[in-house]
Nanobody, 127 residues
Framework: EVQLVESGGGLVQPGGSLRLSCAAS????????MGWFRQAPGKEREDVAY???????RYTESVKGRFTISQDNAKNTLFLQMGSLKPEDTAMYYC?????????????????????RGQGTQVTVSS
């Protein structure tokens, strides 16, 4: 069963920081690629970051240098450390899974589509 529970959102001033956490079920954590996306009212969903199949972090251009995605494998937990926050970062943030495909020769790749997501945690950046 896939379970994803986000926490850590809140109201922060521009330039501030927040750390989001996503507690995942062991099934989800071991089977899928994990990442974050966000959605603001009236806007399309935007990928934020994910952990690629080789363990490398991947970021959308607008958050590079400001956000850091990481994981604690012992606790099946995904994190998103957000710094230098801007008003345009205001959105509901979702932890989500992507499919992991086997490519042969012991290699995998992450799909682009999201399959499962948590309930989301609101991040509001405002003075």
């Amino acid at each position: 069963e896939v379970q994803l529970v986000e926490s850590g959102g809140g109201l922060v001033q521009p330039g501030g920081s927040l750390r989001l956490s996503c507690a995942a079920s062991a099934y989800a954590y071991s089977r899928y690629c994990m990442g974050w996306f966000r959605q603001a009212p009236g806007k399309e969903r935007e990928d934020v970051a994910y952990i690629d199949s080789d363990g490398s972090p991947r970021y959308t251009e607008s958050v590079k240098g400001r956000f850091t995605i990481s994981q604690d494998n012992a606790k099946n937990t995904l994190f998103l450390q957000m710094g230098s926050l801007k008003p345009e970062d205001t959105a509901m943030y979702y932890c989500a899974t992507r499919p992991r495909y086997y490519r042969g020769s012991g290699t995998y790749s992450c799909g682009r589509e999201y399959q499962y997501r948590g309930q989301g945690t609101q991040v509001t950046v405002s003075s």
